[in-house]
């Protein structure tokens, strides 16, 4: 090869650029790193400043997340949809404040959704990073700071088309459960499309499957195989989602879903209280007693109900020069249509034995009545939900800048009902119209670009404030207020107060009245179990709900220790004027609500009415703290960019700008799409990797990515949980004796444990919980309860078949599937209740309490 030819010059540049990367890289993984002064001088000491941009996607903020997953982390998961992996990772994602439902608010690449349903049906594969927030970020996206916030950073391209079955039943047998699911996903760049079909199928569990003891009268007609402990049920739900990006950067996302929902249940036989006088010729007694009859030639009585829900939401996200913007809206229409059987008038029959003219112990009684009654009731609510936002920095200080966001709404929900009792119908319409406005606001007090981080670490400050205007309620106010501090690199400091008023939910207001007869239920005054008449539906007399929270939080990401964070969080709530539904009848209940227990004239229950009552004062405290923690094995050695955009740094090197440095970039409202994220130059080079391996699913993926085990562990105390129904009336001590639930008084300790490994597409998971006991006084003339603890513990195990050698290979149709196992409850731990003579209670039977138990199940999917 001649000097001075290309090639020639070519290969010179070749080998002098490899000879020159070769030399800087032994040198910065053989040397301290030095920084160099202006005027060219080395100094070893000082510290370096790493520059990054946030990922395209993730959330601009200085709230550190709770957890970030990469979609290698959520590979090892397998998970088959969003909503299985929030699932998996719910210990991080559910908040303690202790209201709501504690589902997080969801975010789609740093932006507001219009609901859950635009991202609950996407396959993880989809899914670049995860990142969980804690509640505080709430407020920049103009929520409430109860929820903590979710963001899903979305591939740029992926297509993708799943089947999926499952089929499980618990080990004592019935209760088949059948589920069959199909997805089509298409990600682009700039648009979004995802097709969801579900249907599910569950057989029911009579009390004679779980061999339930009945009463004598029962156990005379087999009660057990005309009465329901878990009904059967079909689902069917179809789910579909579009977005688009424009070149203006506004992205629009529209979603529609339908769901239908039916449930049978059967509520035992037809039957009759009778009463005998002592007068009558057919008496057997020389005073008036009462008889129960079951009439089986009529049947069952059933219960019949059928919803038909339609959803159908929009979200526009943008930006306005520096600020960014977003209006959301959603409408839901559920129909809910409910038959229920109930026995016949007998009036006439109970007249007939006054005057001696019937025997009601005669075999052919049930030739005297009519065939049961049927009630009907129907319930139409309708939910209009729209929000406007609109988020930036407000001005800048030399802490940084203040982040206000301006919020505004209107909200509608109605509920009209129709019920037939009797042949008597009653209508009711019910509605509210809600404007709500609002802002929330953060303002650094010290942050990375002035002196006092030094001395004191970052530190700022939040608040809100929001009114609402309820046409049924007038105005109601909600505010509060936060501080972060951050004294020490991973060492984070939060507060924050919550005031509000509430109104009660429209359900709780205008909901159909149904009874349903024949419901198994312990009387504490008797000691007994008996069968009540329950009647439920809406109170209008509700009041507005008064709240105050106070949450307090540390959490610890400590530097030694990569991948371990540490969470400590005490929660305060209380509450006045409480909506809620009615409690468990004990005599301290029944003493407070007299006027809605129905005895008969010997003082046993025979109907009570569980319309929602309200509750003076609510007191409750609580402190949770755990852990989690992670690790890599098998991986090839180099640096991890994450969803911040910074990769994982050199130990050895300290970013300056606060105590114990912190590579925090830049704050803006959003970074520009596209941008190059500068990373760690010290990462070790890897080798190019085929493009086989790179190929989503490909073989060798897994194993080139190596494997990795999580756990996390929870522990919660609660200090104290009281409620006072009303002035005059003693005060309820959950954790001493006192009951709202059936389930006994509030457990002291909950224990959480998740952990999963996986490696080579095999990955085991496990998730525990358990609760300490727990008791029901029953006072001076009752029966005590006590509950027992209960643990219970979930397993699933999955193998991803394309990683297992040549099978896919061999077998075609299993490319790209996976088979999973799943066992809850493996222990078959159900809780155990006994009297205070030591005895179960009728209505406390195992299969009472709990009729699934051990539950198996198997899972197929299969990617195209």
């Known amino acids: 090869m001649k000097k001075g030819s290309p090639p020639y010059i070519a290969r010179c540049r070749f080998e002098l650029s490899l000879a020159t990367g070769l030399i800087l890289s032994t040198a910065l993984h053989s040397t301290p790193v030095l920084a160099q002064s202006e005027d060219g001088t080395e100094r070893r000491d000082e510290e370096i400043v790493v520059i990054a941009e946030y990922a395209r ?74 990142q ?44 088949l459960h059948t589920e069959y699911e199909t997805n089509v996903t298409r990600i682009g760049k700039n648009s979004r499309i995802n097709l969801n079909l579900e249907y599910q199928k569950n057989t029911g569990i009579s009390e004679a ?64 209280s ?31 109900v059928k919803t038909h829900t339609g959803k159908a939401g929009a979200a526009l996200n943008g930006k306005l020069s520096e600020w960014r913007w977003s209006l959301t809206a959603e409408y839901i229409r559920e129909q809910i ?49 729209s929000l406007a936002t609109i988020s930036g920095t407000l001005l800048t200080l030399p802490s940084g800048p203040v982040i206000v966001t301006l919020r505004g709404g209107y909200d509608r929900e109605s509920i009209d009902s129709r019920d037939i009792t009797d042949g008597v119908t009653t209508n009711s319409s019910l509605a509210r119209n809600d404007f709500n406005t609002g802002f929330n606001f953060e303002i650094p007090l010290a942050d990375e670009n002035i002196d006092v981080v030094d001395t004191i670490g970052k530190f700022s400050i939040n608040g809100n404030l929001g009114y609402s205007e309820l046409s049924d ?61 329950i009647t439920t539906g809406g109170n209008r007399n509700l009041p507005a709900e008064k709240r105050r929270d106070v949450k307090l939080a540390l959490s610890y990401r400590p530097k030694w220790m990569d991948n371990l964070s540490l969470l400590v969080e005490y929660n305060r709530n209380n509450s006045e004027n409480v909506a809620t539904s009615f409690p468990l009848l004990t005599p301290e209940i029944e003493a407070a609500f007299q006027d809605r227990v129905t005895r008969d004239n010997d003082g046993w229950l025979i109907a009570i009415d569980r319309r929602p009552v309200t509750y003076s004062e609510v007191r409750r405290e609580t402190v949770r703290y755990g852990l989690n923690f992670s690790k890599r094995f098998g991986q090839r050695r180099g640096g991890r960019t994450g969803a911040s955009g910074r990769r994982e740094r050199n130990p050895n090197a300290r970013p300056s700008g606060r105590p114990g440095g912190s590579a925090r ?71 001493n004796g006192s009951a709202t639930g059936s389930n006994g008084g509030s457990p002291r300790h909950k224990f959480e444990l998740e952990g999963g490994w996986f490696n080579n597409g095999i990955g085991f998971r496990v998730r525990g919980e358990h609760q300490s006991a727990t008791r029901i006084s029953g006072g001076l003339t009752g029966s005590d309860l006590s509950f027992s603890d209960l643990t219970t513990l979930n397993m699933r195990m999955f193998i991803n078949l394309n990683d297992r050698g040549k099978l896919t290979e061999n077998v075609k149709f299993l490319k790209n599937s996976r088979i999973a196992l799943r066992v809850n409850n493996i222990f078959d731990d159900i809780q155990d209740v006994r009297d205070s003579n030591g005895l179960v209670p009728l209505s406390y039977q195992r299969g009472f309490v709990d009729p699934i138990g051990r539950y198996v199940e198997v899972s197929f999917r299969k990617r195209f």
């Open 337 to 385: 249509d409910t038959t229920t059987d109930r026995s016949a008038d007998l009036a006439a029959l109970q007249t007939s034995i006054n005057a001696g003219i019937v025997d009601p112990f005669s075999d052919d009684l049930g030739s005297l009545i009519g065939g049961p009654r049927t009630d009907e009731a129907r319930a139409i609510n309708q939910t209009i939900d």
């Open 57 to 130: 996607g993730a959330v601009v903020t200085d709230v550190p997340p709770v957890l970030e997953l990469d979609s290698a982390d959520i590979d090892s998961f397998g998970a088959s949809s969003v909503q299985d992996l929030l699932t998996a990772i719910s210990a991080q994602t559910t908040s303690s404040r202790g209201r709501g439902s504690g589902r997080p608010i969801v975010l789609i690449n740093g932006q507001r959704t219009s609901g859950f349903r635009e991202v609950r049906d996407l396959p993880p594969e989809a899914i670049k990073n995860v």
């Open 665 to 735: 970039p830049n704050r803006s409202p959003e970074p520009a799409a596209g941008t190059p994220l500068e990373t760690n130059t010290q990462a070790s080079p890897q080798r190019p990797q085929s493009a086989r391996s790179r190929r989503p699913g490909g073989r060798g993926a897994n194993r080139r990515r190596g494997g990795r085990w999580r756990v996390s562990a929870y522990h919660t105390i609660r200090m104290q949980d009281r409620i006072l129904i009303r002035p005059g009336v003693e005060e309820l001590d959950l954790l």
């Open 274 to 304: 009778l009463d005998v006088p002592a007068t009558s010729p057919f008496a057997i007694s020389p005073v008036d007693e009462s008889i129960l009859r079951y009439f089986p030639e009529f049947g069952p009585l059933r219960r019949d």
């Open 132 to 175: 969980v927030f804690p509640e505080e970020l709430a407020l920049q996206y103009g929520y409430r700071p109860d929820q903590r916030v979710i963001n899903f950073i979305l591939k740029d391209d992926f297509t993708g088309f799943s089947l999926e079955g499952e089929i499980g039943q618990p080990t004592r047998g019935d209760r």
């Open 473 to 533: 309620f007038g105005g109601l106010l909600e505010f509060g207020f936060g501080l972060n501090w951050e004294p020490l690199d991973g060492l984070v400091f939060t507060a924050s107060a919550i005031g509000e008023e509430a109104a009660p939910e429209i359900a709780q207001l205008g909901n159909p009245l149904i009874t349903t007869p024949n419901v198994a239920i312990f009387d504490f005054t008797n000691g007994e179990t008996v069968l009540a008449d």
């Open 209 to 272: 499957d779980r061999n339930i003891i009945q009463s004598d009268e029962g156990a005379a007609v087999n009660l057990g195989d005309f009465r329901s402990l878990s009904a059967s049920t079909d689902n069917l739900e179809f789910n579909t989602n579009y977005s688009r990006t424009f070149e203006n950067g506004t992205a629009l996302s529209i979603n529609g879903d339908f769901e239908y929902d039916r449930s049978r249940r059967l509520q035992g036989l037809p039957n009759a």
